[in-house]
Structure formats: structure tokens, C-alpha cells
């Protein structure tokens, strides 16, 4: 399998391009700002010829290019339901402040073919089977991207970094969510399971169960209920 990636101009958000080998189709993950020019150059190196751009959520520093990209090739966008009004609208997944900064600057068209994403669904897409994970508390339709490997990939998005895990102060998120979706879906990951996020580094579950304060606090909190 092929993967690689780059920082966005803006914000640092990661784009992620992941195929089955050089010369093959490929699956293009949150093409944020300013990330045509090198994306084209990462394609172009690998021979890869994109059939699908995966969200892993709505925010607009991951969807920002998903027109252009889907749009020149006519491919579709995948997102959960959850998020899908911020591609039509990205002010709905931001702070006022935010709103403010962006103010129309900013020229945003959706893409014209977007495919619904599912919990617990596989895609089987490029040759690789891709399994979607709901997991909210960054956004209601925040998902993980999980495919097999010799090592299991994991693209966490704006849910889990190397030492950290998403805001939950924006519009849509919710704290309680979010340690659920932590302790439900981050957590069962196996150690070796290699983390690619939206963000930063990439980092490894093994590592973020032993030293990420989020995920050690969830291990440490006894389980109530049944």
C-alpha cells in the first residue's frame, strides 16, 4: 500500500493519498487550503489517478479543496450525514471568531456528487477496503478511516493527534461525545495500529495509550453502569 501526505497551507491540516501502489487509482483524503499545486506534484509522482476524496469530517480546513479536486475529475466526496451541511455551508462548523476571520474571503463551492458515510461500513474502493468508524465529539460526523496493513492504518482526522485529541468547543462538538468516541473507538485499536491525524505527527496507538492525558485518563476512570 501506498500512503503519503502533506501539510495544507493553512491551519497545517494533513492531505493524505493512499492507493494500492504507484501508477494505481487512489483515494484522497481532506484536501484542505492551498493544497492543489502540491497535490497535483504528489500524483504526478506516484502516476496515481484519484477516484474518490474521503472527509474526515466537515470542518473547513479539511474540505476546502474537495470541489476542485472532485470537480476536474469528476469523482465523488464521502462524508458522514452529520457534517454534510458545512459543505454547502462551511460557517456552520465555525466560531464566531472564525466566521469573522474567514468573512467571505474565502470562495467555497460544494461538490457536486456527494456519497453518504456509515458506521461500521467497508468501502471497498481502488483496490483497498476502507472501514468508516463513527466517532463524534470534534463534530457529530467526525469518522475514522481504518485499513489493513502490516501494520493497521488509522486516519484519525480531527479526533485523535500524537499527544492531544480534537477541539470540542466549535459548533457541533461536545466533550462527553468525544470520550466516548475515545473510549470506544480509539481504545479497541490494536497497539500497533499506525495513527495518521488530521494534524501534526504521525503517531502510533501503543504510544498515544501510554502517554496521550486523554487516553490515560479514560484508562485510569473506573467504568460505570453495567
Same mark, same amino acid.
Do not use: W
Given at each position: 500500500?501506498?500512503?503519503?501526505?502533506?501539510?495544507?497551507?493553512?491551519?497545517?491540516?494533513?492531505?493524505?493519498?493512499?492507493?494500492?501502489?504507484?501508477?494505481?487509482?487512489?483515494?484522497?483524503?481532506?484536501?484542505?487550503?492551498?493544497?492543489?499545486?502540491?497535490?497535483?506534484?504528489?500524483?504526478?509522482?506516484?502516476?496515481?489517478?484519484?477516484?474518490?476524496?474521503?472527509?474526515?469530517?466537515?470542518?473547513?480546513?479539511?474540505?476546502?479543496?474537495?470541489?476542485?479536486?472532485?470537480?476536474?475529475?469528476?469523482?465523488?466526496?464521502?462524508?458522514?450525514?452529520?457534517?454534510?451541511?458545512?459543505?454547502?455551508?462551511?460557517?456552520?462548523?465555525?466560531?464566531?471568531?472564525?466566521?469573522?476571520?474567514?468573512?467571505?474571503?474565502?470562495?467555497?463551492?460544494?461538490?457536486?456528487?456527494?456519497?453518504?458515510?456509515?458506521?461500521?461500513?467497508?468501502?471497498?474502493?481502488?483496490?483497498?477496503?476502507?472501514?468508516?468508524?463513527?466517532?463524534?465529539?470534534?463534530?457529530?460526523?467526525?469518522?475514522?478511516?481504518?485499513?489493513?496493513?502490516?501494520?493497521?492504518?488509522?486516519?484519525?482526522?480531527?479526533?485523535?493527534?500524537?499527544?492531544?485529541?480534537?477541539?470540542?468547543? +466549535? !459548533? /457541533?462538538?461536545?466533550? $462527553? @461525545?468525544?470520550?466516548?468516541?475515545? *473510549?470506544?473507538?480509539?481504545?479497541? =485499536?490494536?497497539?500497533?495500529?499506525?495513527? +495518521? !491525524? /488530521?494534524?501534526?505527527? $504521525? @503517531?502510533?496507538?501503543?504510544?498515544? *495509550?501510554?502517554?496521550?492525558?486523554? =487516553?490515560?485518563?479514560?484508562?485510569?476512570?473506573?467504568?460505570?453502569?453495567?
Amino acid at each position: 500500500m501506498l500512503v503519503t501526505g502533506f501539510p495544507a497551507e493553512a491551519f497545517g491540516t494533513n492531505c493524505y493519498v493512499v492507493a494500492a501502489g504507484p501508477g494505481e487509482q487512489c483515494l484522497i483524503v481532506d484536501p484542505g487550503i492551498g493544497v492543489l499545486d502540491q497535490l497535483d506534484e504528489v500524483l504526478a509522482e506516484h502516476r496515481l489517478h484519484p477516484a474518490a476524496v474521503l472527509l474526515t469530517h466537515g470542518h473547513l480546513d479539511h474540505t476546502f479543496s474537495v470541489a476542485p479536486v472532485c470537480g476536474a475529475r469528476g469523482i465523488p466526496a464521502y462524508v458522514h450525514p452529520a457534517d454534510r451541511e458545512m459543505l454547502a455551508d462551511p460557517s456552520k462548523g465555525l466560531s464566531a471568531d472564525l466566521s469573522s476571520l474567514f468573512g467571505g474571503r474565502l470562495q467555497y463551492t460544494e461538490p457536486s456528487d456527494v456519497a453518504e458515510l456509515t458506521d461500521g461500513a467497508v468501502l471497498n474502493l481502488v483496490g483497498l477496503e476502507v472501514t468508516v468508524d463513527h466517532a463524534p465529539g470534534h463534530t457529530g460526523g467526525s469518522v475514522l478511516f481504518r485499513l489493513p496493513d502490516e501494520s493497521p492504518l488509522c486516519l484519525s482526522g480531527d479526533v485523535l493527534f500524537a499527544g492531544s485529541i480534537g477541539r470540542t468547543d +466549535l !459548533p /457541533g462538538g461536545n466533550t $462527553a @461525545t468525544m470520550m466516548t468516541s475515545l *473510549r470506544e473507538k480509539i481504545l479497541p =485499536l490494536a497497539d500497533e495500529t499506525v495513527v +495518521l !491525524p /488530521g494534524h501534526g505527527p $504521525a @503517531t502510533t496507538i501503543g504510544r498515544e *495509550r501510554a502517554t496521550n492525558p486523554y =487516553l490515560r485518563e479514560l484508562i485510569a476512570a473506573p467504568r460505570r453502569g453495567l
